[in-house]
């Protein structure tokens, strides 16, 4: 079975540009999660879904950023707009039902100029 | 205090030694506890979970719970230089589906 999948894996943009990461988790999980991992703060959650619907935005750092996931299927992760400090890899991670391990993504690597 | 303290390391041993890992959590009512892998430059990998006080052992890894310490620990038997990457140790949030991760261990394994 696939993993999750994420797009783009790599993405540089200059500063003021929207971007938009793209995440499908594993067929059959019904929450879906959203991390940042940086040198200085390590991997901290962004928001996380339970059957599509958000549960936890409280990691999102401010209003810049937003998620949607419209199906059970798919993602976004929006950056609107980027600015340096938002430099980082993100991470999407599924599981089966919230209790459950979760299973990460291979990353966005974000470069904001 | 942060909420899941790992030391940061690196934790340096010889090939076919034991490693141990450390973390600490500071809420008592944590339930759920697992262990991530992670190589430089790749996303992290779930190798261990645990939920009650005690070891879990998975070939070479043995987790193990304290809680009433708030501990939980990873122990990596004979040691191999591809055992070499950053281990991460996770905290569930009770009642939540949120983890709170430490900072990770850079565990180095010299042949």
């Known amino acids: 079975d696939a993993g999750v999948i994420q797009s783009p894996r790599h993405e540089v943009t200059e500063m003021g540009q929207e971007v938009t990461l793209r995440c499908k988790p594993i067929?059959?999980?019904?929450?879906l999660f959203w991390y940042r991992q940086t040198m200085m703060r390590g991997l901290e959650l962004l928001i996380y879904?339970?059957?599509?619907?958000?549960?936890?935005d409280s990691g999102m750092p401010e209003d810049r950023f937003s998620a949607k996931m419209p199906n059970a299927s798919f993602s976004t992760l929006k950056i609107q707009p980027s600015e340096p400090r938002d430099s980082a890899v993100y991470f999407c991670?599924?599981?089966?039902?919230?209790?459950?391990?979760?299973?990460f993504g291979p990353g966005t690597r974000l470069t904001v100029l | 205090q942060k909420e899941v303290e790992q030391n940061s390391g690196p934790l340096s041993v010889p090939e076919g030694a034991i490693a141990s890992l450390n973390c600490t959590y500071s809420?008592?009512?944590?339930?759920?506890f697992f262990w991530y892998r992670q190589y430089s430059g790749k996303s992290p990998e779930l190798i261990m979970s645990?939920?009650?006080?005690g070891d879990k052992e998975d070939g070479r890894f043995t987790a193990q719970l304290n809680k009433a310490s708030q501990y939980v620990s990873l122990l990596i038997r004979d040691s191999q230089p591809s055992d070499s990457a950053t281990y991460l140790c996770?905290?569930?949030?009770?009642?939540?589906?949120?983890?709170?991760f430490g900072q990770g261990t850079t565990l180095q394994v010299k042949p």
């Open positions: 067929s059959g999980h019904n929450s």
């Open positions: 645990i939920y009650s006080n």
């Open positions: 879904f339970n059957n599509n619907v958000p549960i936890d």
């Open positions: 996770a905290v569930k949030v009770t009642n939540t589906g949120k983890l709170i």
């Open positions: 991670a599924s599981s089966l039902g919230r209790a459950h391990e979760q299973f």
């Open positions: 809420d008592r009512v944590s339930q759920s």
